[in-house]
């Protein structure tokens, strides 16, 4: 099982950025894949995922309205577009795939294989 996030860089504040998650290795079974992001000092929280089996998605309050989860099966590719970014946004990015029991869709405990990070940077 293999994860690969891209797409982060340096945005002002009020920009864009859609970050990648290019998957490898499991194809069966009902699974979400997840982002999860952890900014300097604290801890790491989830996103945003969206599940295999039926494309149900589930978001952060702090980034619902702003961010978007979305899925390219066919090149087993998940995106996160990033709109209306600010300050706090600033983390880095990580993708995950994982089974999570249902109400901790976004827990990242419930998630088994990580992929490195992406650096989102938002400053002026």
């Known amino acids: 099982v293999q994860l690969q996030a891209s797409g982060g860089g340096l945005v002002q504040p009020g920009g864009s950025l859609r970050l990648s998650c290019t998957t490898s290795?499991?194809?069966?079974?009902?699974?979400?894949i997840g982002w999860f992001r952890q900014a300097p000092g604290k801890e790491r929280e989830g996103v945003s995922c969206i599940s295999s089996r039926d494309g149900s998605t589930y978001y952060h309050h702090r980034v619902a309205g702003r961010f978007t989860i979305s899925r390219d099966s066919a090149k087993n590719t998940v995106y996160l577009q990033l709109n209306s970014l600010k300050p706090e946004d600033t983390a880095v990015y990580y993708c995950?795939?994982?089974?999570?029991?249902?109400?901790?869709?976004?827990?990242?405990?419930?998630?088994?294989?990580w992929g490195q990070g992406t650096l989102v940077t938002v400053s002026s």
């Open positions: 290795g499991f194809t069966l079974g009902s699974y979400y």
């Open positions: 995950a795939v994982g089974r999570p029991r249902t109400g901790y869709q976004l827990i990242d405990l419930e998630y088994d294989n």
